[in-house]
């Protein structure tokens, strides 16, 4: 069987793409990425030509195993944990706790991911006033990283790096590129993301793209 191809949007701008693709990575599983531009026509509908052809959703991202095609960001991170051991914690009951923290993310923070859009290369010089639950929403996720990261010694949320730390790495550089004041345990959880090889092959992709979406595009990436 030929490789499997996950199908992305730009480094850059697609949080959702990052995820997947960086648990695909630490699990030394072998891939062929494809980019598709996002923006334009159809973006924010789910109506992307492009995207369309290759997930039934109309999102990105989607991983083609032959003739299969899983169209979601957290099911392509549980494939990868079934292919390789390591992607989640090997004692049950933290692996269910990651799990917990994976699905916290996935599916909450629906204010930080609105008003804080991810753009890699982006740097405020200040960070903006935020709002009454976006400023809730950090709260939490301070909590839950600094909570996770003192009981498992860190540096990562469970002590080495799992599809948890996958599914909050997008929301390190929201923090960067919004200059989010965080507790030092925040800050050094972020830095531990950045320095992660992957990561840095992902943010060195993203900056090199040359494509553009306007901030009035900007939903919920």
Known sequence: MAAPVLHIGNKNYS??????????????IPFAEHIIALGGEGYGQSQIKEVRAVSPSGRVPALHVGDIVIYESLAICEWAAEQTPGLWPADALTRAEARAAASEMHAGFAAVRRDMSMNVRRRLEREPHWGADTRQDL??????????????????LFGERSIADAMFAPVATR?????????EHAQAYCAAIFADAAFQDWERAAEAETWVIEESEALYR
């Open 175 to 183: 923090l960067r590129t919004y200059k989010v004041s965080a507790p």
């Open 15 to 28: 949080s959702w793409s990052m995820r997947p693709w960086l648990a695909l990575k630490w699990g030394g």
């Open 139 to 156: 709260e939490r996720l301070f909590a839950l990283w600094g909570g996770l990261r003192a009981r498992f010694g860190g540096p990562f």
